[in-house]
């Protein structure tokens, strides 16, 4: 009688090591977002209520900072775009907890790398952004806080670093899409991780060009763009949630 599959010793061991492998690296993936990188916005309550509150960096431009929705209380202003050339007035936190918050906690990642790679030892990132902490009835403010200098007041070196162009824009004949990344219905922080592996993938002076249907990519895409000094060469709203961003890779 043939032997089935289940029988097979050796096809079994085959296909168990190949689950180790894929649960080894899913835990990995969790591990790293959940416990490394983000805290949640119940987590963050309780530890701007508790003896040692966390500095919390609101990266939103200044408009959404002191806008109708407010801010969490206490937190700092900076925008994503002027981080970078602001780390020294950050000195002082530097082995102390940070939380990074953004509207959907995307950009807020990104904010979480710059902090890392500057040698900011307890950096995190709110999940789910002042979407989330508002959608849950915490506690926001519209008092005018710590702001640090925005691109709006006043311009800074990271001023220009990407071109961003509002509308349908054609082609230039020379420029080539190497990459189309396609993460329509998808919503914040996907496009953004997303697209933030796709272009690591891509060589410097290449293009990816990014599809999404969440109304956030419309400044998220932009901000993450210069924040990280990557040139945006397209940035189009072909119809109602329906955006194409076209991004070449410059470091």
């Known amino acids: 009688m043939k032997k089935s599959y289940r029988d097979n010793i050796t096809v079994m061991g085959y296909y168990a090591k190949s689950m180790i492998r894929h649960w080894k690296t899913v835990i990995k993936i969790i591990w790293q977002r959940s416990d ?30 002191s806008g109708a929705s407010g801010h969490i209380p206490n937190a700092r202003s900076i925008s994503i775009t002027k981080l970078a050339s602001n780390l020294e007035g950050l000195q002082s936190f530097k082995d102390k907890e940070i939380v990074t918050c953004c509207p959907g906690g995307g950009l807020s990642l990104v904010a979480v790398d710059i902090l ?31 702001i640090y200098p925005h691109e709006d007041i006043e311009p800074g070196p990271l001023k220009g670093r990407a071109k961003i162009i509002e509308g349908k824009q054609p082609l230039d004949e020379e420029c080539e899409v190497h990459h189309t990344l396609d993460v329509r219905n998808f919503v914040c922080p996907i496009p953004i991780l997303k697209s933030r592996e796709a272009l690591k993938a891509l060589k410097i002076n290449q293009v990816l060009e990014i599809l999404t249907t969440d109304p956030g990519s419309k400044s998220d895409i932009p901000a993450w763009a210069r924040a990280t000094g990557q040139e945006l060469l397209v940035s189009e709203e072909r119809g109602p949630n329906d955006f194409r961003f076209l991004v070449k890779r410059m470091k």
């Open 36 to 65: 490394r990188s983000e805290i949640t916005v119940d987590d963050l309550l309780a530890r701007i209520d508790s003896n040692q509150p966390p500095l919390i960096l609101d990266i939103r431009s200044a408009q959404e900072f």
């Open 116 to 146: 890392v790679k500057a040698g900011f030892t307890d950096a995190k990132s709110l999940r789910g952004g002042m979407d989330l902490w508002c959608q849950n009835g915490y506690p926001t403010t519209t008092a005018e806080d710590i």
